[in-house]
């Protein structure tokens, strides 16, 4: 009976990582019912999904979040949170506007 070769530390790690961020994301997006203007609180849902592999909602909470607080253009833009979807064109979009407004 052959044996299976352990799977490497990350795996494991990034696998609960994604939960945990699903997790965060479901009570969060619990929270933007009740304060659907919350800019803060939209911005840390996207992050939040952006890590649970929920790359539609995390880019639409971004947009929401930056629509109510422009510097939060600036702070997407090198956010590790954000990463996963960071090649989007949406993304891209949205954070190139930083150096078009004022």
Do not use: W
């Given at each position: 009976?052959?044996?299976?070769?352990?799977?490497?530390?990350?795996?494991?790690?990034?696998?609960?990582?994604?939960?945990?961020?699903?997790?965060?994301?479901?009570?969060?997006?619990?929270?933007?019912?009740?304060?659907?203007?919350?800019?803060?609180?939209?911005?840390?849902?996207?992050?939040?999904?952006?890590?649970?592999?929920?790359?539609?909602?995390?880019?639409?909470?971004?947009?929401?979040?930056i629509?109510?607080?422009?510097y939060?253009?600036?702070?997407?833009?090198?956010?590790?949170?954000?990463?996963?979807?960071?090649?989007?064109?949406?993304?891209?979009?949205?954070?190139?506007?930083?150096?078009?407004?004022?």
């Open positions: 009976m052959s044996q299976r070769p352990p799977l490497p530390p990350f795996t494991l790690g990034t696998a609960r990582q994604k939960v945990l961020a699903a997790e965060a994301a479901d009570r969060g997006r619990a929270l933007i019912d009740e304060n659907p203007e919350a800019s803060q609180l939209l911005y840390n849902v996207a992050c939040c999904e952006s890590r649970a592999g929920r790359a539609d909602d995390a880019v639409e909470h971004l947009r929401r979040a629509d109510g607080m422009e939060l253009r600036a702070l997407a833009a090198g956010d590790d949170d954000l990463a996963p979807i960071r090649s989007r064109p949406e993304f891209r979009q949205l954070v190139a506007n930083a150096e078009q407004k004022p």
